[in-house]
């Protein structure tokens, strides 16, 4: 929850290759204060059945910048294991993109929701409400 000296963060990710959420995607998150600033990492969460983290630490006070690192790889090495029960080797679609880095500035006293909408080979991003 943001105070007036502080901002605060959520996220969800939707897995847009099968319409639903993505869920047991691992997410970190950092801030920092300033251009120059060094990043502290405040530790992470996962992402529920909903695709939701709603449990994402707290920012310190003065934070101007928040990075959120979303472990994608896992999930879609997952997917594909489960996806190759039914048909094997139906593709090897894998992970383009890892890891997926989202970095944004924040003003005190304001909540931000930045969802990530998520396919093997793309991704999307935007601030939420």
Not at 60 to 83: S, W
Not at 88 to 110: K, L, Y
Request: hydrophobic share 35%.
């Amino acid at each position: 929850m943001s105070t007036a000296t502080t901002a605060s963060v959520s996220t969800h990710i939707l897995d847009t290759s099968i319409g639903r959420p993505a869920e047991g995607v691992a997410i970190s998150l950092s801030a920092r204060a300033g251009l120059d600033g060094e990043w502290a990492a405040l530790g992470g969460s996962a992402t529920d059945a909903d695709g939701r983290c709603k449990d994402l630490p707290a920012l310190p006070e003065g934070t101007t910048h928040v990075r959120l690192d979303f472990e994608t790889e896992t999930y879609f090495e997952k997917k594909q294991a489960e996806a190759q029960q039914d048909a094997p080797r139906v593709r090897d679609s894998g992970a383009f993109f890892p890891e997926v880095t989202i970095t944004f500035a924040v003003n005190r006293g304001e909540h931000y929701h930045v969802p990530l909408l998520l396919n093997p080979f793309g991704y999307s991003v935007y601030r939420g409400s």
